[in-house]
């Protein structure tokens, strides 16, 4: 079986840093012949907004039918989960926000009505990882980003040990990326790195 990796390109501006930097990690990953790669862009993604009706706590499933009828399929089955977005106005940006957001179907099954996310074979061996960036140059530039994406990764059985993070700072116009003194090296080690994880983890 492959390993499976599905990635969300999170920004509403498309080829932008953030999805640069998912790109180096994804390349590194596909070296690996055993290794499948899926990225999905949320711009094309047609997933709505939640609409806070809590119905999924009665019914283990969302009331809308979106784009993330296939998402939500696709994140159950992946062995590596990469969310890469920007920081917009000191938060993650809009479109990795609903995302996380639509996650709460997950959480309604873990933590409501205490049902399984993935088999029990699979808890605890899943991986994932955040890349962000930003234009500012603050040290805490991320800081309002990180407990969204640690709550989405819980929900979907990826333990806050197990979640991997590049942040880059400093990298405001599009393309700023590509002048970064160490971003695509740390970003294309950070992929070897944790496909290397996973084939210990899947190891029989």
Not at 47 to 54: A, D, E, L, S, T
Not at 89 to 105: E, H, P, S, T
Not at 146 to 173: G, Q, T
Request: proline share 5%; charged share 25%.
């Amino acid at each position: 079986m492959p390993i499976k990796v599905l990635a969300f390109a999170g920004s509403p501006r498309r080829n932008g840093n953030s999805e640069t930097l998912l790109d180096w990690v994804l390349a590194a990953m596909a070296q690996d012949p055993g290794v499948m790669v899926e990225k999905i862009a949320l711009t094309e993604a047609d997933i709505n907004p939640c609409k806070g009706c809590n119905a999924c706590q009665k019914l283990n499933r969302c009331v809308q039918r979106d784009g993330m009828d296939i998402v939500h399929d696709k994140i159950i089955e992946a062995d590596i989960i990469v969310l890469a977005a920007p920081i917009f106005c000191m938060g993650i940006a809009a479109q990795a926000k609903v995302l996380i957001d639509r996650a709460q179907v997950f959480t309604s099954r873990k933590y409501v009505l205490k049902l399984p996310v993935v088999p029990a074979e699979r808890k605890g061996k899943r991986l994932g990882i955040f890349l962000s960036t930003a234009g500012q140059n603050w040290s805490y530039v991320f800081d309002a980003a990180i407990p969204s994406v640690k709550c989405f990764f819980a929900v979907i059985e990826v333990k806050n040990r197990d979640i991997n993070y590049l942040m880059v700072n400093n990298v405001d116009e599009k393309g700023a990326i590509l002048n970064h003194p160490t971003a695509k090296t740390d970003a294309e080690k950070l992929g070897a790195t944790v496909i290397a994880e996973i084939k210990k983890r899947l190891s029989p």
